[in-house]
């Protein structure tokens, strides 16, 4: 198939490259030209493990990038549109699906031939039906479900693990505003094999994707505030979720006795926050669409509450030490918001180097791949670091804002050195014995 894909971040890429491994012939298109230039060279312009290979092999093959929206659009057959869809502080911020849609319906008006325009980025429930296809038909003046088709198709991709993902979906939401946008969506698909399919409307495809991702952010909330409880009674968070893990519905029992750990157990995990792209916009997108539907969304609203105070907790751990942080040295360990990213968006390293820096304390940062990104943040307020080893000379306090794995070097690093920083453990991966002065979160 021709698609062409608007919007080349971490969805739009990732989508893009993966759709071109199994055959269809892609063009991405942002409105950002030196991304387009990166993409264009085989160089990705965000970091994703296997996302350079798998570039490098299809550009120029079945993929290219440009900045002409309309030679995409016309020279394809379905687009999809994967622009961002911030939260603007008050509700979800469509500005940027609206000019896409705009644009592609202004294509259509000059394309002969039906064409499927599909809807990935997330939105609240009913915008592909009310926003998108009505801008459609105005900028093009033909008629959806006639002349052309809509439909929506949200992503389920991790940061960090996003080509896996693509490539290995555990379901595909087929959305759309009638069968045969849903089966073109459908042939889209077809060479990924055997995967649970739920065809559906757009608006039902629409609030899957919030049901998830809500969901996943409420386990990290729960976890975040027993953890909190923990902390407060003497208990170590850890050893009481283990407890809980071990529920044969979270941990299922093979009959041999084996149990099974499923990849959702590291949300029943208690840290210093959720962040990223998506689970707190998200989170907040709903509540406020909620709102306006007029269904309070008391337990979502808890969500953020509880994640929003969170990162606060390695302040508190570390002024239990150092009641005044003027001039102590501190590393923070960790900007992206999980590992295996450079996003650093809504980062809680990001809070806590702001209030290490309010706070005049003196901040060498490290992060293995998200320094470019954190840079154009701190500039040259923090000192930036290469290495792990080097970061942590020298310091009074060492955060662990992010579970990359390297960071299990700390005790040996840290062995034998007379002046024992304090560590303070945002995501309770080191074991608490294995370096002299620990506090952890839940701890
Ligand atoms: P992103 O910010 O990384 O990328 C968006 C891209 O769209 C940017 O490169 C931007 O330049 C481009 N763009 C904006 N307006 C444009 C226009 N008019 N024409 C062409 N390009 C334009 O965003 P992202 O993280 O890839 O997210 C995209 C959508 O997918 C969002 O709705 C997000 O919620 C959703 N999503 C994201 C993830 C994730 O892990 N990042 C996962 C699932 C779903």
Request: neutral net charge; aromatic residues 6%.
């Amino acid at each position: 198939m021709n698609v062409s894909i608007v919007g080349t971040g971490y969805v739009g890429l990732v989508s893009g490259v993966c759709l071109a491994e199994k055959g269809h012939k892609v063009i991405c298109v942002d409105i950002d030209q030196a991304k387009v230039e990166k993409i264009n060279k085989g160089i990705p312009p965000i970091y994703e493990p296997g996302l350079s290979e798998l570039l490098r092999k299809n550009i120029y093959i079945n993929l290219t990038a440009t900045t002409d929206l309309r030679h995409a659009v016309m020279d394809t057959d379905l687009s999809l549109i994967a622009v961002e869809t911030p939260f603007d502080g008050t509700e979800i911020d469509l500005k940027y699906v609206k000019k896409v849609a705009e644009q592609i319906g202004a294509v259509l008006k000059e394309k002969a031939g039906y064409h499927l325009v599909v809807v990935k980025s997330t939105v609240v429930p009913g915008t592909t039906e009310n926003v998108v296809v009505p801008i459609l038909e105005q900028a093009s003046g033909k008629k959806a479900g006639e002349d052309f088709g809509v439909g929506m198709n949200p992503e389920f991709l991790k940061e960090g693990e996003a080509i896996f993902d693509f490539m290995n979906p555990d379901r595909i939401v087929l959305g759309g505003i009638d069968e045969r946008s849903i089966n073109i969506l459908n042939d889209l698909y077809g060479a990924f094999g055997n995967v649970d399919k739920v065809r559906t409307n757009s608006r039902t495809a629409e609030l899957i994707k919030y049901a998830s991702n809500s969901l996943l952010a409420l386990l990290i909330s729960f976890s975040n505030e027993i953890g909190n409880l923990c902390a407060a009674v003497g208990v170590d968070v850890v050893e009481a979720m283990q407890g809980v893990h071990f529920d044969r519905r979270f941990t299922p029992m093979l009959p041999s006795g084996e149990r099974i750990f499923p990849s959702m157990l590291t949300y029943l995990v208690a840290g210093c926050g959720f962040g990223g792209s998506c689970f707190p916009k998200d989170v907040n997108a709903l509540i406020a669409y909620g709102k306006k539907m007029g269904v309070p969304m008391n337990l979502m609203e808890a969500v953020i509450a509880v994640n929003t105070r969170q990162p606060q907790k390695m302040i508190e751990m570390l002024k239990k030490h150092y009641p005044n942080l003027k001039g102590l040295k501190v590393a923070v360990l960790g900007m992206a918001f999980k590992p295996g990213t450079d996003d650093i968006r809504e980062s809680p390293s990001i809070t806590v180097t702001k209030i290490l820096l309010d706070e005049n304390a003196v901040v060498k940062v490290y992060d293995p791949i998200a320094r470019h990104e954190a840079e154009k943040v701190f500039g040259s307020s923090v000192d930036f670091q290469d290495e792990l080893r080097n970061t942590i000379v020298g310091v009074s306090a060492i955060l662990i804002m992010t579970r990359w794995q390297h960071f299990h070097e700390i005790p040996n690093l840290l062995a034998g050195r007379q002046e024992q920083p304090l560590v303070i453990d945002g995501r309770r991966m080191l074991d608490k014995k294995s370096v002299l002065r620990y506090e952890g979160i839940g701890l």
